[in-house]
């Protein structure tokens, strides 16, 4: 169990130390959602005048959208590295040591939801300093960070899960415009009993994206929303258990072949 | 004469890599479907804001920005394009090989053009498809279109600035960030009267804004800031030109 947990601890340190190294990994994922929130909350702020809008602050409605968002970059992350470690060998050299394949896989997504953590740090922050106020108090902050820890824990095996089947950091990549589909097709800027097109309300009430983000927003906005947080950590946690089932079963395959 | 033969060439080459890799044909023609899509469908409860008083209805309004967003786009994916050819060494073999090189740029630019337009026309077939109301006259549709022209330009003209300067692929996020950066920082979701604080004074001296009111302005059939909006539009596709050319200059100069 010790040496398990060595093995996890040296690579998900390796993952970190990498993504550190790699100031554009760090940085898109902390700049580009929180432009996207400064841009978003700027021009639809006009939006909080429509009856039925949740509150007075859009910036507070859309400071959800950060965390998701930066758990799509996570995916990108741990996609990209894993990729990489395919095709320079690094994978192929590790299958020729006594390291266990479920270490590889605890690694690099340890190392994946120790900056997911950091970036949902940074996004509170700002909000705080944007004066946000959590309705669910500091335990809903708690809550929070639970949250965006186990959704980064299942973008990041999606990520890895990709990078394990197709071994090219370039079709991890092309996944990046497909999850931008999911973010924006879904409630991300207004609530979905206010979109008037019904079959973009429709499409919004199937996403599962929407039920991440209202998640977060409940705890916002909202206070303890029930309803909001079994479907949003159901849902997360569903993602999470099928993905790293799906990326267990690549790593098997992937480290047969090699 | 010889910098057209030259830019014949340059522009054919260009689009021929263009059609016939769906990988860089594709998202030029799709993202702009999807951002017009998200915008018109999924917030079009934006009409009803109070002061919101565009008379074609919010399809219409978000219609003006995606064409405007896809012509800047056109411009900056054949930027990469012209990175690409460096970083391969195609580029480093048409400087030494064409008599004309500003025809180099020329053809460029209307690669950009012809590639914009295909998706122009998907865009438009689109939105009429989905029932967009066009208030606008020929003229004036003949004037929205010209401003996108002149964008897809402007937008060029700068991309191919930077891919000369800096000849990587890497250099793909400078390319794009700051032309993302002036989109969205115009009135992208709602008039510019209504929006407030940071936003409004950012948006009242972007030069962009003048062009996404005037457009919106053609397509209802009631031109507003015509002459500031071509003004601002020319303005940025002249600046980018000297910066584009002083680019080939440094891009020669390198060898």
Known sequence: MNVLADQIFLLARRSVVRTIRQPANVVAPLVFPLMLLAVNSGGLKAETHLPGFPTSSFFAFALAVPFIQGALFATMNAGTDLARDIQTGFLSRLSLTPMRGIALLGGQLGGVVTLGVVQAAVYLIVGFAVGVRFASGPLGVLVLFAFALLVTLGFGALGAFAALRTGSGEAVQSLFPAFFVFLFLSSMNIPRNLIETTWFRDVATLNPVSYLIECVRSLIITGWDTEALVLGFGIAAAIAVIALALSSWALRVRMART | ?255
Do not use: C
């Open chain 2, 1 to 255: 004469m010889r910098t057209l033969a030259v830019a014949r060439a340059v522009a054919w080459r260009t689009l021929h890599n263009v059609f016939t890799n769906p990988s860089l044909l594709v998202p030029s023609i799709v993202f702009p479907l999807f951002f017009f899509t998200a915008f018109a469908g999924g917030l079009s409860r934006v009409q009803d804001v109070p002061g919101f008083n565009y008379a074609e209805g919010y399809t219409a309004f978000q219609f003006v920005f995606v064409l405007l967003q896809s012509a800047a786009f056109g411009g900056v994916f054949t930027g990469f394009g012209i990175a690409r050819d460096f970083e391969s060494g195609f580029a480093r073999r048409l400087l030494l090989a064409a008599p004309s090189r500003t025809g180099i740029l020329l053809g460029y630019a209307i690669a950009a053009l012809a590639r914009w337009l295909v998706t122009a026309v998907v865009l438009t077939t689109v939105a009429l498809v989905v029932g967009m109301n066009v208030g606008g006259s020929g003229v004036d549709l003949f004037g929205l279109y010209t401003l996108a022209v002149i964008v897809n330009a402007a937008a060029l003209l700068w991309a191919a600035g930077v891919a000369m300067r800096l000849r990587t692929m890497q250099a793909g996020p400078i390319m794009q960030m700051p032309v993302f950066l002036v989109l969205f920082f115009a009135p992208v979701y709602v008039p510019l009267a209504l929006l407030t604080g940071w936003i409004h004074a950012i948006a009242t001296v972007n030069p962009l804004t003048r062009v996404l009111e005037a457009g919106r302005g053609f397509l209802a059939g009631s031109p507003t800031e015509v002459g500031a909006a071509f003004g601002a539009a020319l303005a940025l596709a002249a600046a980018f030109s000297f910066w584009a050319v002083r680019g080939l200059r440094k891009a020669e100069a390198a060898g």
